[in-house]
DNA sequence: TCAATCTATATGACGCGTCATTCAATGACA
DNA sequence: TGTCATTGAATGACGCGTCATATAGATTGA
């Protein structure tokens, strides 16, 4: 039985998922187009950027994204192979690595940060 | 340059990001294992039930939801092969067709609907 | 020190969404 | 009426995320 508090509740999950896909796919397309890059990459990117004193993070990241370790591993991949960063094995668990930016990863980050600080100001108000 | 204001942005599209993913995997993972649908079928099943008064249904569906038109198409496919929807041809318009529940189709989105909401309530208080 | 177990990451098969394209039906207009 | 542009929908190639698994390294405890 569809009560009123029902109808509510939908509206609002309607427009939440609105909200969430204009945004992010206003913020990937522009990415995209501008750096070749995709959302997930360049979120993987500031990750990154922002831990700036090493550690094992590949672990890490997973825990600060909603991203499947899987697809972590994926993304890095990717950001690997464009050059932008690098897996650095980890001297006390040789099983963990840690990611840094290359000079082009770092240089790529600071233009492209603009740009998501930006389109995330106009779509989120 | 990274402003206070830059950090606040991306805290809250984190956290949006975060609500979203939680929110959409626990619908989709409870529909999956209750009903063997996923969370566009169900969506989709949502909107045809509610305009229960005929019409050119695939075009206006393709309006009410953040899915490309492609993806409509594919969900419907899915939809109509697990026999809960058809497509009927409209009259007046030969490229269009309009969609209609089966009784299987109106009986699950029944069931669906009440989980659906409930979870909604849970994840979005 | 040797199993048994656990943990960090990688990988392959798979499903789904997207883009570009296609096809048929319509509409516009001369 | 004949052409040309437009519109509703379907389709195939493709990229990406997920799940289940694999692999190598760590840890525990007898």
């Not at 969430?20 to 187009?33: K, P, V």
């Not at 550690?55 to 890490?60: D, E, G, L, P, V």
């Not at 950001?79 to 770092?106: I, M, N, P, Y």
Request: aromatic share 4%.
């Amino acid at each position: 039985m569809a009560t009123t508090r029902d109808r509510q509740l939908v509206e609002q999950w309607r427009s939440i998922q609105n909200s969430y896909f204009r945004t992010a796919g206003a913020i990937d397309r522009a990415l995209e187009a501008k750096f070749d890059i995709g959302l997930n990459e360049f979120e993987i990117l500031d990750l990154v950027a922002e831990s700036e004193e090493s550690a094992c993070r590949m672990k890490a990241l997973g825990e600060r994204t909603p991203m499947t370790q899987s697809a972590v591993s994926k993304v890095v991949d990717r950001l690997e192979k464009a050059g932008l960063v690098s897996r650095q094995t980890c001297a006390d668990d040789r099983r963990s690595l840690f990611l840094e930016l290359t000079e082009a990863g770092r240089a790529l980050h600071s233009s492209a940060a603009v740009e998501h600080r930006a389109l995330l100001k106009e779509n989120l108000g």
